[in-house]
């Protein structure tokens, strides 16, 4: 049985920033989405659109704000999804999305279909980029590890690389420097598999002395529509020792978290969660938030506080009491998937230790939300602020729906340059600071 604890609750922003490089469509999009005043739910309201991935015409680049130069780090590479850094600089990217195209696969996940249902196959593996001059560009790149099961995660302690496929945590060793996996891993933890949508994404992150690890489990469904019994240890943060033992639930009601950071001020544990469906354009705000140990933050009985969703209205009254009121709104279905503080010195002072977060953008909505890189600014360790455009660029026509790329994972560098996964095209951009 899951046990929560009391939670307090947190402060709420919600105020629409523009930024000066957007297109108007962009603007358009993050001035429908970004609301305080939430709805009443309307399941009948519900509307669908997908995006049509064309790709990056040759030259063209997302837009950062002035001063900021964008590049492609990586390119010709199947759907790029996460990334971590090594100790030496060598940058980990993890390839684990579907042959089929995002419109196609999130179509077809609807429906509840797997990959192999419908014919499609996840890259499933690692490639290794190094860049030793720390010009930007990579001098080599090579595949790290291959064979793998829908990963996601990574994470490296001392000699170990862990590895979260969506069905369970492996272990491999490893030595700082290593082009290449070459000793077979082991399977220290399972995982749930299956399920809605896209919440196939286990993450992965450790505590600062890397005695704990923690697990992004997203739920099996949209709103528990097949069973709450088939949503054991989902929709959950887990907390592991390194080895795989004494699995605690962390934090619960977290519908879809995906990104996980560290707030570098306070020091706790930081995600962005995927929100429910089906209930109209603007419900649910997807959200950024500071994850309390033992906190209930309200799925599927309830959304951003103790609003209930009509659908499992009056089922669990004690949860909907408890359930915790997120930091940050990010906008109805945004999809944000990706999350890093940014702790480097290369960007202006206005980003020090403030969030970083990919969103993938919306197909539960009659316009598009998301498809950029939004920036929450923090000050003493607190949002000081609500999200607003860093790199957008990606919608290249908002009422045909036609975009270049979806943005997800989001690393911060040890040179203090941004790196940006963009799995529909295929491409790793790097932004970087020049103008100082």
């Known amino acids: 049985m899951k046990k929560y604890l009391l939670p307090a609750v947190a402060v709420l922003f919600f105020s629409c920033k523009e930024n000066k490089n957007q297109t108007a469509a962009e603007a358009d999009v993050v001035t429908k989405t970004d609301t305080l005043k939430l709805p009443s739910p309307d ?120 590895v979260a496929n969506t069905d369970g945590l492996w272990m491999y060793p490893y030595k700082n420097g290593d082009l290449k996996i070459t000793q077979p891993g082991k399977k220290i933890l399972n995982l749930p598999a299956g399920g809605y949508n896209n919440h196939w994404t286990r993450n992965l992150i450790a505590n600062k002395d890397q005695s704990k690890i923690y697990i992004s489990v997203g739920s099996g469904s949209n709103v528990g529509e097949n069973g709450m019994d088939k949503e054991v240890r989902r929709a959950d943060i887990l907390e592991v020792n390194p080895d795989g ?41 997807d959200y950024l ?25 009056g089922e669990k009254p004690d949860l909907v009491a408890k359930t915790i009121v997120p930091d940050v709104p990010l906008g109805a279905h945004t999809a944000s998937l990706g999350l890093d503080f940014y702790r480097g010195n290369q960007f202006p002072e206005e980003y020090k230790n403030g969030a970083f977060i990919g969103q993938h953008g919306s197909w539960n909505r009659s316009e598009l939300s998301g498809y950029q890189v939004a920036f929450v600014p923090f000050k003493n360790g607190k949002a000081a602020g609500s999200h607003k455009p860093f790199l957008t660029g990606f919608i290249a026509d ?24 963009d799995d529909a095209s295929g491409i790793v951009w790097r932004v970087s600071y020049t103008k100082k």
Request: charged share 25%; net charge positive; hydrophobic share 35%.
């Open 245 to 285: 033992t004494g699995e605690i639930i962390y934090a619960a009601g977290l519908r879809n978290p995906v990104g996980m950071s560290w707030n570098p001020i306070t020091g706790e544990l930081w995600t962005v969660v995927n929100e429910r469906d089906e209930l109209g354009d603007e419900l649910v705000p």
């Open 398 to 421: 908002l009422k045909k729906g036609d975009v270049y790329g979806r943005p997800v994972g989001v690393l911060q560098t040890k040179d203090g340059s941004l790196l940006v996964a």
């Open 289 to 313: 938030t500071s994850v309390k140990r033992g906190a209930f933050y309200g799925w599927p009985y309830a959304y951003f506080g103790k609003n209930e969703d009509p659908r499992r209205k």
């Open 43 to 162: 399941e009948k309201a519900s509307k669908n659109k997908f995006s049509n991935i064309i790709g990056w015409p040759e030259g063209k680049t997302p837009v950062a704000p002035a001063g900021f130069t964008v590049t492609r780090f990586a390119e010709n590479i199947k759907s790029p999804r996460n990334m971590i850094q090594a100790p030496n600089g060598d940058i980990f990217v993890v390839l684990s999305n579907s042959e089929r195209t995002a419109t196609e696969k999130i179509k077809n996940d609807i429906s509840g279909k797997s990959d192999a249902e419908v014919g499609g196959k996840s890259a499933n593996r690692i490639l290794l980029y190094r860049d030793a001059n720390n010009d930007g560009v990579p001098e080599t790149s090579s595949v790290f590890l291959d064979n793998l099961n829908q990963p996601y995660g990574m994470l490296i302690i001392k000699d170990k690389f862990y």
